[in-house]
């Protein structure tokens, strides 16, 4: 059964998905970028996100930087791009993390959910939100909620006319209707942040933009 047709059982969420061309997730590599980029994009706009992202990327002539790059990076040149003392830190952070873990893309593909969630929130400045991104917009999983994303909340507050007043009443409502969306959670999320418009997809180097970090 196509992500469609199974949300579709949802008679309120039916009403936002597209009539011809579903969303598609993809996977990609380079994930060390995609965290950092996550972190400097954070509390932002899209394009004012973007410009951190080009003045980032100009710092290594245009292309990826390996997370070796990064970790070499110093932090006054992070600040000098317009990166404030916290977020020039945690990329520094996600850089030395990378390394001293020895991560490859490939681990993180092969491993669940909870676990990498787990794994990378032991960075200092990555929260769940952040993994949570990571794990829909770069890692291509199907089956993620973002129940502390404050697009994703108005939108079900609007959609199931929910009280927002009780965040943990209104959070285990969100819990419990989004069960019934598993095994492709992360495509209602997309199709609920279109509706509200709040997050638009995130650009060729990763970023979105919420209140959660």
């Not at 598609?24 to 994009?41: A, D």
């Not at 927002?164 to 819990?175: G, S």
Request: aromatic share 10%; glycine share 6%.
């Amino acid at each position: 059964m196509s992500h469609i047709a199974h949300l579709s059982k949802d008679k309120k969420l039916q009403k936002l998905l597209p009539q011809e061309v579903p969303y598609v997730l993809t996977k990609r590599k380079n994930v060390h970028l995609y965290l950092c980029n996550s972190i400097m994009s954070q509390q932002l706009s899209t394009k004012v996100a973007d410009v951190f992202q080009k003045r980032f990327l100009g710092l290594y002539g245009g292309k990826n930087p390996s997370a070796q790059q990064i970790a070499a990076t110093p932090f006054e040149t992070l600040r000098a791009i317009g990166l404030s003392n916290a977020k020039a830190n945690y990329v520094l952070n996600v850089a030395n993390f990378f390394i001293q873990e020895k991560i490859t893309d490939t681990l993180l593909h092969k491993m669940n959910e909870d676990d990498l969630i787990k794994y990378l929130t032991q960075i200092k400045g990555v929260g769940r939100w952040t993994v949570e991104m990571i794990l829909m917009f770069t890692l291509g999983r199907e089956d993620v909620f973002a129940v502390d994303d404050l697009g994703i909340q108005q939108a079900m507050c609007k959609l199931y006319k929910m009280d927002a007043t009780d965040k943990k009443a209104m959070k285990e409502k969100m819990l419990l209707i989004s069960k019934k969306w598993s095994p492709y959670r992360t495509y209602a999320c997309r199709y609920l942040w279109g509706w509200k418009d709040t997050t638009p997809p995130p650009p060729p180097e990763g970023g979105t933009k919420s209140k959660k970090s």
